[in-house]
């Protein structure tokens, strides 16, 4: 028996991680302990399943820069630690060891073997400085810096929001995201400055510039425990970008990242795991991206892309739901996309169709007729032929259907 298939059959408990981090096997032991069932984890990345503590401090060790993660795509050894495991169940204290391994169990394309066996509290070190934590990989284990983008702007490190640094600044908002804007490529100081600056004299904007780094750096200091805040920002003389090599996390990536998942998942006809992750990446979208830095023109196209991408979602989250038959579910999208894009003909065409197919022919013709309203008065065209003609079947459709219930009224009273 592989050393795969044999954690999978131990009573400890035990998962398979993928080189993405998404668990790819977990067993009977699992579930029990944890109380989530296999089919409610798989394809999920671990620490969206389990958040791990360190029992001596509290740290909280899962996240997208978790350490262990690190190790395992590194290939170097993770020794076994004792840690808090908490699933949305069940919280249990255990020691946990990482078997490494090039495997491909089933297709699975696991990377690496969780195993857990609980322990009682009593068993650990009562002594924190005695809890191994040197046994965590710290040289993989580099905070992570994460940053949401898509609505309202923050950046934190570890779970701690740069904000609550003394010295954070507003304008660090706008530098971080016109780097992140324009990652992994280095920027000239001089195109910054002006960004950031535009109505400032040059000299002037790159004395602001200095001064914005400077307490940038300070503030990543403050949050990393004093940590070299070139980990996430590399500059010189001529010009800045974020480090490509340090552990940053965005709900941009994250957001792209699940869409490509869903069209894969799409393309293998296996439609409710492409829901699913749908789902998700529209859960991430709560608004536009830097929303808050107006028309400015560095982050227009970047915008412009993801907001298409989100409507793109939404269409096909649509289209999904109203071939599983979920057609309330394939109504709102698409009435969130045309809440969006009021002239977006084909959200039209989707939506009279789930009207439609739902049995709410009146409401399908009725949104026909504000496809009409919305065309003319914003682009001053009317409905392309085919909508017009998809129209004409849900109209004629819904005029057999009432001469159809006429008919039986009629033979009902001769009765």
Not at 347 to 364: C, E, K
Request: charged fraction near 20%.
């Amino acid at each position: 028996m592989s050393d795969v298939l044999f954690a999978l059959h131990t009573a400890d408990g035990a998962f398979l991680l993928d080189d993405d981090a998404r668990i790819v096997g977990w067993n009977r032991a699992a579930e029990t302990l944890l109380g989530a069932t296999e089919a409610s984890v798989l394809g999920q990345r671990c620490y969206e399943v389990l958040v791990g503590q360190d029992p001596a401090t509290d740290r909280v060790l899962c996240g997208p820069g978790c350490p262990i993660l690190g190790a395992v795509r590194s290939g170097q050894p993770v020794p076994a630690h004792a840690l808090r495991l908490r699933s949305r169940a069940a919280t249990v204290m255990v020691n946990r060891s990482v078997l490494l391994r090039d495997l491909s169990v089933g297709g699975s394309g696991a990377r690496a073997v969780v195993v857990f066996h609980p322990v009682r509290s009593s068993d650990l070190p009562t002594d924190p400085a005695a809890s191994d934590r040197s046994s965590v990989p710290q040289a993989r284990g580099d905070p992570c810096l994460q940053i949401h983008t898509l609505g309202r702007f923050d950046a934190l490190v570890d779970g701690t929001s740069l904000r609550s640094s003394r010295y954070w600044r507003p304008k660090a908002r706008l530098l971080l995201a016109y780097l992140l804007t324009f990652r992994p490529h280095p920027v000239a100081r001089e195109v910054v400055a002006e960004a950031l600056w535009p109505e400032a004299a040059p000299l002037a904007a790159r004395q602001n510039l200095r001064v914005l780094v400077h307490g940038l750096r300070q503030a990543l200091s403050c949050v990393t425990a004093g940590q070299e805040s070139s980990h996430f920002l590399i500059s010189d003389q001529a010009s800045l970008r974020l480090n490509p090599a340090a552990p940053v996390w965005t709900d941009v990536d994250e957001f792209r990242s699940l869409l490509r998942e869903a069209r894969v998942l799409e393309a293998q006809g296996r439609a409710p795991a492409a829901l699913e992750r749908y789902q998700r990446a529209l859960a991430l979208y709560q608004g536009d991206y830097l929303a808050s830095e107006g028309d400015a023109d560095w982050c227009l196209e970047q915008r412009e892309h993801l907001r298409e991408q989100h409507l793109q979602a939404l269409e096909r989250l649509a289209l999904l739901s109203a071939g599983q038959g979920a057609y309330d579910q394939s109504i709102s999208a698409w009435q969130q996309a045309l809440t969006l894009d009021p002239t977006r003909e084909i959200a039209w065409q989707g939506l009279m169709r789930s009207l439609w197919q739902s049995g709410r022919r009146t409401h399908a013709l009725r949104a026909y007729q504000r496809c009409r309203y919305f065309l003319q008065r914003d682009l001053g065209v009317g409905p392309l032929p085919e909508t017009h003609a998809l129209y004409l079947r849900i109209r004629d459709d819904a005029t057999a259907a009432a001469m159809d219930t006429a008919g039986l009224a009629v033979v009902a009273g001769g009765c």
